[in-house]
């Protein structure tokens, strides 16, 4: 009988969740630092948003966006990604694990979907349906 390995419905595991916020911590902190020696690189401060681990550790997905709009997130990504081998050997070095995972760059979106998920609840529609959700709940809690 063969077994799946890794369950993609099943979401990340404690230890990805930990792994993934020892690197983010430890990435945050080099770059606060400026230990990387490119002037593009520290020039821009980056916010190291999330970091999200493959099941078997060796390949995380690092999420950033510059810190204020400081500058272009493409820009970013191409600064951190010239400097990836440093970064992964500064990773490896203050992680006690047995690989060093390979690390990948993407924009944060995170703030534009706030964006969209506050705008949505301004919405006049969407207000009237939550001020009558709130009614229907008021006159449930009332009896008895």
Do not use: W
Request: proline residues 7%.
């Amino acid at each position: 009988m063969s077994q799946k390995r890794f369950s993609p419905a099943a979401g990340p595991s404690q230890r990805q969740l930990r792994v993934g916020e020892l690197i983010r911590r430890t990435l945050s902190d080099v770059l606060n630092r400026g230990e990387i020696h490119d002037p593009d690189l520290n020039a821009m401060p980056i916010t190291v948003g999330e970091v999200s681990c493959s099941p078997d550790l060796k390949v995380c997905t690092v999420y950033v966006m510059p810190l204020m709009g400081s500058g272009p997130v493409e820009e970013a990504i191409k600064a951190l990604a010239r400097n990836k081998g440093e970064l992964r050997r500064r990773v490896g070095a203050e992680l006690t694990l047995k690989y060093a995972p390979d690390l990948r760059f993407r924009p944060d979106e995170t703030f534009d979907r706030l964006d969209e998920t506050r705008r949505l609840f301004s919405d006049p529609s969407v207000q009237r349906d939550i001020g009558a959700d709130g009614a229907a709940d008021e006159d449930e809690g009332g009896e008895g």
